[in-house]
């Protein structure tokens, strides 16, 4: 005697859309709850306190062809100063118009020239 019910018939009550929808979103809800308890990636800005202001590097890029020279602008108590070029091997810096200003105490000059005076300092 044969049953009535076949494999496949039996199968597709397990297999119904609906639960398959419902599996779908609960691990989608799972997987964005995870997502979004992640951190999110830091934004570290260099910031030092020179002579009583407080200056930051807003963006650094350093030149291809000379590795002592990087475009730099700089927030000085939360000001945000126009693109400068900062020279660290001749300790200058040119402005945008041109106009070459050597280093002095308290300007961004710290700030910017870190990452070659660190390269400096290795190959001594």
Same mark, same amino acid.
């Given at each position: 005697?044969?049953?009535?019910? /076949? $494999?496949?018939?039996?199968?597709?009550?397990?297999?119904?859309?609906?639960?398959?929808?419902?599996? #779908? $979103?609960?691990?989608?809800?799972?997987?964005?709850?995870?997502?979004? /308890? $992640? &951190?999110?990636?830091?934004?570290?800005?260099?910031?030092?306190?020179?002579?009583?202001?407080?200056?930051?590097?807003? #963006? $650094?890029?350093?030149?291809?062809?000379?590795?002592?020279?990087?475009?730099?602008?700089?927030?000085?108590?939360?000001?945000?100063?126009? *693109?400068?070029?900062?020279?660290? *091997?001749?300790?200058?810096?040119?402005?945008?118009?041109?106009?070459?200003? &050597?280093?002095?105490?308290?300007? &961004? #000059? &710290?700030?910017?020239?870190?990452?070659?005076?660190?390269?400096?300092?290795? *190959?001594?």
């Amino acid at each position: 005697m044969t049953s009535q019910f /076949s $494999l496949p018939q039996m199968l597709i009550p397990f297999f119904s859309i609906n639960a398959v929808l419902r599996k #779908s $979103l609960i691990a989608a809800l799972i997987g964005g709850m995870v997502l979004f /308890s $992640l &951190p999110s990636p830091a934004e570290a800005a260099i910031c030092r306190n020179i002579q009583g202001r407080r200056i930051c590097e807003a #963006s $650094l890029n350093r030149s291809a062809k000379n590795y002592w020279e990087y475009r730099a602008i700089v927030t000085i108590d939360g000001a945000r100063q126009p *693109r400068e070029t900062y020279n660290c *091997r001749d300790q200058i810096r040119i402005q945008a118009d041109g106009t070459v200003i &050597p280093f002095e105490k308290g300007d &961004p #000059s &710290p700030v910017v020239c870190r990452l070659y005076n660190k390269r400096r300092a290795k *190959r001594r």
